[in-house]
């Protein structure tokens, strides 16, 4: 390999710039990647042209490269092969950049035979709402994928042909090469270029896969989403992911899960938050709030307590998420909103009246005493006395109407007086 040209080996100029070079670099090992290119002799194409690339791409190699027709210098002695595992982990050639490109994700396995006929696999992501989280579901995923090939079986052999170990390697999928360098000989392994690893060869591939055992296909599969379940948590389906090339284990494929917001709850680990609303008697006598679990037709019995003030929380044990692989439930906590009547009766507003007057007998002097030492307009956002008592003293005004003239009345009212 090392009398190969560089410049040769990547078809440009002597004076190409870097970005040239970089340019047709990426562009050959693309076309030559041995997962892409099949061809016998492609994968030692692809050690040339990653070989002249990196010393290409270095300045200091390059100008050596340049004088002494060796990247190290006069005297040096230069890598004459590069290890296929440095090229697969990515080697700082900017592989897995191609691979990111090409099939939408980095390789997960690592460098060697198994990396070279596996599967990958694969990831797909999955929404569900609130409530499929909650009762566990199962859900149909459609998605393509290279599938065994139907013509051959995934053997990639086609009718009459048949499967013979690799002459290169005679069968184990990977060849030693032997260098002679100053410090005496090294022996490097490599993955055969002949069989791509596998240690067969074919004598009459199957043409639907060009004898790669593997075509696209598009296919469906189901998935159990189990109660409980959590975004962002993963499921894996062994041998759903992209099919081995002639028959080896395919990849998984890894469901993503993706929990959707609900609009009646809110979820906080296992436990659930709703609104609840009562009216401001209900909050002060207590009161019982029948609401829509999260599961189907469950109804839960919410125990307002007497005297519930506005955003208080009220726990409903064991009514919240199920937990995940187990039979217990989190907690439902409902936030209670209180709501003051808008449209009670004349009879209705007299009952009120008659209980404030009881409860404020002296309303009138307490609104005096506490109008001058609040702060500026005190007696609109003074205590809920003021307004009881005025409601008194206005007669049949309606609420709103009242309000409102309460509002316009009352940055004089303190100073009035
Ligand atoms: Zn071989
Ligand atoms: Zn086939």
Redesign the pocket.
């Known amino acids: 390999m090392a009398d190969k040209d560089y410049y040769e080996v990547l078809g440009v100029s002597r004076d190409a710039d870097q970005r040239t070079i970089k340019r047709a670099f990426l562009k050959l090992a693309r076309k030559l990647h041995p997962d892409v290119n099949k061809e016998p002799d492609a994968e030692e194409r692809f050690k040339e042209v990653n070989e002249a690339y990196s010393v290409l791409s270095d300045e200091r190699k390059r100008a050596n490269y340049d004088q002494y027709g060796n990247p190290d210098g006069p005297g040096g002695f230069g890598s004459d092969y590069v290890d296929m595992s440095d090229i697969f982990n990515g080697g700082g050639f900017g592989i897995n950049d191609i691979f990111d490109s090409f099939f939408g994700g980095g390789r997960s396995q690592g460098a060697g035979r198994a990396a070279r006929t596996r599967g990958r696999d694969m990831g797909i992501t999955m929404r569900i709402t609130l409530e499929e989280a909650a009762a566990g579901c199962t859900k149909t995923i459609a998605y393509d994928r290279l599938a065994p090939?139907?013509?051959?079986g995934?053997?990639?052999v086609?009718e009459g042909g048949k499967e013979k170990p690799c002459d290169r390697c005679h069968g184990t999928g990977r060849v030693v090469e032997v260098q002679r360098t100053i410090f005496g000989q090294m022996q490097t392994q490599s993955t055969c270029p002949v069989c791509h690893g596998t240690g067969k060869v074919v004598d009459k591939p199957?043409?639907?896969?060009d004898?790669?055992?593997r075509?696209p296909s598009h296919e469906t599969v189901k998935v159990e989403i189990p109660a409980g379940v959590h975004s962002g948590q993963t499921i894996r389906l062994p041998g759903y992911g992209e099919a081995g090339v002639r028959g080896d284990s395919a990849g998984d494929l890894v469901v993503s899960v993706k929990v959707a917001e609900s609009e009646r709850f809110e979820r906080q680990g296992d436990d659930l938050f709703c609104e609840v609303s009562v009216d401001s008697l209900e909050a002060i006598l207590g009161t019982r709030v029948e609401v829509d679990g999260i599961l189907a037709g469950e109804r839960v019995v919410v125990e307002v307590p007497a005297g519930c003030q506005f955003g208080q929380q009220v726990r409903v044990e064991g009514k919240g998420m199920p937990r995940l692989n187990s039979h217990a439930r989190g907690n439902l906590f409902a936030v209670v909103r209180v709501v003051t009547p808008t449209n009670l009766s004349e009879g209705l507003l007299e009952h009120v009246r008659a209980v404030a007057s009881v409860m404020h007998p002296a309303g009138d002097e307490r609104e005096e005493a506490e109008a001058p030492a609040g702060t500026k307009g005190g007696a609109s956002d003074g205590s809920p006395a003021t307004s009881d008592a005025d409601a008194g003293a206005a007669g049949a005004a309606g609420e709103r109407r009242h309000a409102a003239k309460r509002q316009k009345r009352s940055p004089f009212h303190g100073r009035k007086k």
């Open positions: 090939c139907d013509d051959c995934g053997t990639g086609a199957c043409e639907t896969c004898g790669q055992g075509t």
